[in-house]
Nanobody
Framework: VQLQASGGGLVQPGGSLRLSCAAS????????MAWYRQAPGKQRELVAD???????NYADSVKGRFTISRDNAKNTVYLQMNSLKPEDTAVYYC??????????????????WGQGTLVTVSS
């Protein structure tokens, strides 16, 4: 199983970016999917998460500016980030609670992390 994140980059304050994270492999089911971020010198923090049914939860610092969504058919989670601020600068990581089939065809439940994508908000 692999989680591949993409979409980071350099953007000016007030701009927008859309992050994507696609899960691949012998996936049977994905429950919660989430985005975390880690700024330099700070601990990793939850940005937003979404259940398989579409219920969402946001950190107070991003409410009203970020939107998390998912495409269950594509095993992909998105993070639309608008009105970006310099304090949003961080490495963004996706995360998924999922069930996959092992090489021995047994079901395994595990939490997976993507590799991180850097978002820099600066003029």
């Amino acid at each position: 199983v692999q989680l591949q994140a993409s979409g980071g980059g350099l953007v000016q304050p007030g701009g927008s970016l859309r992050l994507s994270c696609a899960a691949s492999g012998r996936i049977v089911n994905i429950w919660n999917m989430a985005w975390y971020r880690q700024a330099p010198g700070k601990q990793r923090e939850l940005v937003a998460d979404i259940t398989s049914g579409g219920s969402t939860n946001y950190a107070d610092s991003v409410k009203g500016r970020f939107t998390i969504s998912r495409d269950n058919a594509k095993n992909t989670v998105y993070l639309q980030m608008n009105s970006l601020k310099p304090e949003d600068t961080a490495v963004y990581y996706c995360n998924a609670d999922l069930v996959y089939k092992s090489p021995a065809d047994t079901m395994v439940a595990e939490k997976y992390w993507g590799q991180g994508t850097l978002v820099t908000v600066s003029s």
